[in-house]
Nanobody, 126 residues
Framework: QVQLVESGGGLVQTGGSLRLSCAAS????????MGWFRQAPGKERESVAA????????YYVDSVKGRFTISRDNAKNMVYLQMNSLKPEDTAVYYC???????????????????WGQGTQVTVSS
């Protein structure tokens, strides 16, 4: 069993930055690929970024490339999402997710995960 707890969301102006953190419980954190999803009101949940078990491979949705950076610290059971140059369209609830499978499924539009966090609100004002 893995529990995921996100933190770091908040209200920021356009062009600002936020760093989301996801703390994972359990001793098997390194056996999961991790990702960040977001869901805006009236929209489907979408994959934003993902990172392999080792941390060497990452994926970003086109809309955040060059602005967001995903990273992980397996020694601390943590995953991060550094968000820079934020835009109003980044406003959403952001969720941390863990999968024992391949994160390539998320790249192809899949939204299945073994575990989800409770979400953290990010609001970007114009």
């Amino acid at each position: 069993q893995v529990q995921l707890v996100e933190s770091g969301g908040g209200l920021v102006q356009t062009g600002g930055s936020l760093r989301l953190s996801c703390a994972a419980s359990g001793r098997t954190f390194g056996s999961y690929a991790m990702g960040w999803f977001r869901q805006a009101p009236g929209k489907e949940r979408e994959s934003v970024a993902a990172i392999s078990r080792s941390g060497y491979s990452t994926y970003y949705v086109d809309s955040v490339k060059g602005r967001f950076t995903i990273s992980r610290d397996n020694a601390k059971n943590m995953v991060y999402l550094q968000m820079n140059s934020l835009k109003p369209e980044d406003t959403a609830v952001y969720y941390c997710a863990a999968t024992s499978g391949s994160y390539l499924n998320w790249i192809n539009g899949g939204r299945e995960a073994d575990y989800w966090g409770q979400g953290t609100q990010v609001t970007v004002s114009s």
